[in-house]
């Protein structure tokens, strides 16, 4: 069975522009969490979303933003992009609505910002 | 605001040790901790734990929860090369939101 899709794998973006991540979640699991991961910062939750509605969202400024379609699979974006923008952005998907389950992440994109 | 902490940050130890990385947590309406091996890539689920006391165990990993002290430990037995990696906790709560540490850093040289 497949696993988390995440695309693009890699991404360099000049800041200012904006950046659009897309996440496959495994067939079946209708949740999916983004993450932000940096080495100075660890994982920092961004936000997370069950039946197209998001759930809970961490403290990041209003420039991320995310949704999640009807089959589940989500996008990111990312406005005005900064250089601390600059990260590995890693999805996971749960079955349930809940972490009873564990998450399954994808791969992550890589961002660079320059 | 919710708080994950784990300890030590780094750790190298010699192939056969064995090795006890800590997990310790303030989150509100606690619902289970985690722990995730992460290597070159994304983080792979190891555990999830949800009761206190009870050992959960996969070969030579196995991890505990203590809910009364709030934390967990995560030991690894006759450690391998194989085993090195940053090795992430994570506290989910019933509001379906979850917190990770900042890892721990295992090294194991052979």
């Known amino acids: 069975k497949a696993g988390v899709t995440q695309t693009p794998r890699y991404l360099i973006k000049t800041r200012g522009q904006q950046v659009t991540l897309s996440c496959s979640p495994i067939?079946?699991?209708?949740?999916v969490s983004w993450y932000q991961q940096t080495p100075g910062q660890g994982l920092q939750f961004l936000f997370e979303?069950?039946?197209?509605?998001?759930?809970n969202k961490g403290n990041f400024p209003g420039r991320f933003s995310g949704r999640q379609f009807s089959n589940s699979r989500s996008e990111m974006n990312v406005s005005t992009l900064e250089l601390g923008d600059s990260a590995l952005y890693l999805c996971?998907?749960?079955?349930?609505?809940?972490?009873?389950?564990?998450?399954?992440f994808g791969s992550g994109t890589r961002l660079t910002v320059v | 605001e919710d708080k994950v902490v784990q300890s030590p940050l780094s750790l190298v130890v010699h192939e056969g040790d064995t090795v006890t990385l800590n997990c310790s947590y303030e989150?509100?309406?606690?619902?289970?901790l985690l722990w995730y091996k992460q290597e070159k890539k994304a983080p792979t689920f190891l555990f999830m734990l949800?009761?206190?006391?009870i050992e959960k165990k996969s070969g030579r990993l196995s991890s505990i929860l203590d809910k009364k002290e709030l934390f967990s430990i995560l030991n690894i037995t006759a450690t391998q090369t194989g085993d090195s990696a940053v090795y992430l906790c994570?506290?989910?709560?019933?509001?379906?939101?979850?917190?990770f540490g900042d890892g721990t850093t295992l090294t194991v040289k052979p």
């Open positions: 996971a998907s749960s079955p349930g609505q809940n972490t009873n389950y564990g998450y399954t």
């Open positions: 067939s079946g699991h209708r949740s």
């Open positions: 979303y069950f039946s197209e509605t998001q759930r």
């Open positions: 989150v509100t309406n606690f619902r289970s």
């Open positions: 949800t009761s206190s006391g």
């Open positions: 994570a506290v989910g709560t019933n509001a379906g939101k979850s917190t």
